[in-house]
């Protein structure tokens, strides 16, 4: 079974408009971190955000969020005001704690195109 | 500035040769992870290693070994490349403990003819 699912494949947005990114995961351990990662299609994987599974509030670093629903196992990314260079594949991760060794699993993306 | 370099950034190469794709990091991680990206598959995970002359198999280690032989430096080795490995790979470091994130390199595309 997939520890991490990404249901969209591909999502368009109007720019300036907010966009949602669906994210569920999968795990029994109790400590774990889950990521969003963009990458453009120069390839460079960019770190976006962070969220810890003892994490009261909700994660957010500028235009994104993350919106931590722990008792559905779901961790959406959130981009407000979409600009023509959010346009990349969006990829979620989790790494899980005292069961696991810490590896970071990813899912599969979603292609996010902005348009203008 | 942390880096993860990847000493190319594509490659191509004949089926049957030996392949090496070397990795390099300079933030003294002790994780260092290697990942082939496809097509609606994600990231999925070849071998990683915790410590030198350490390494595990991920999801899909069958064609691939590695060698780690210094800290900051994990290699991936193709034995006989074949077309099926055409892909994008990606290394990527991380210290061992806790949740913090992983860095990756540029990407290696990798097509085998």
């Known amino acids: 079974a997939q520890k991490i699912t990404q249901t969209q494949p591909g999502m368009f947005v109007q720019e300036k408009e907010a966009v949602t990114l669906d994210c569920t995961y999968d795990?029994?351990?109790?400590?774990?971190?889950l990521f969003w990662y963009k990458q453009p299609s120069s390839g460079e994987m960019i770190f976006l955000i962070y969220?810890?599974?003892?994490?009261?509030q909700n994660a957010t670093e500028g235009r994104y969020s993350l919106n931590f629903q722990k008792a559905r196992k779901s961790a959406n990314l959130v981009i407000s005001a979409s600009q023509l260079g959010d346009s990349a594949m969006y990829f979620c991760?989790?790494?899980?704690?005292?069961?696991?060794?810490?590896?970071?699993?990813f899912g599969r993306g979603t292609s996010l195109i902005v348009h203008p | 500035d942390v880096k993860v370099t990847q000493s190319s950034r594509y490659l191509v190469k004949r089926t049957g040769e030996k392949v090496f794709l070397e990795c390099v990091q300079d933030?003294?991680?002790?994780?260092m992870f290697w990942y082939r990206q496809d097509p609606g598959l994600g990231l999925r995970l070849i071998y990683f290693?915790?410590?030198?002359?350490?390494?595990e198999k991920g999801d899909i280690p069958e064609g691939y070994s590695v060698s780690r032989e210094k800290k900051e430096r994990f290699s991936l080795i193709l034995e006989s490349a074949s077309t099926n490995q055409t892909s994008m790979y990606l290394c990527?470091?991380?210290?061992?403990?806790?949740?913090?994130?992983?860095?990756f390199g540029q990407g290696t595309r990798l097509t085998v003819v």
């Open positions: 933030m003294d991680h002790e994780n």
């Open positions: 795990t029994s351990d109790p400590s774990y971190g």
């Open positions: 969220q810890g599974s003892y994490d009261q």
């Open positions: 990527a470091s991380s210290f061992k403990r806790g949740f913090t994130e992983a860095f």
């Open positions: 991760a989790m790494r899980e704690g005292s069961g696991g060794s810490y590896i970071p699993t």
């Open positions: 290693s915790y410590d030198v002359k350490m390494k």
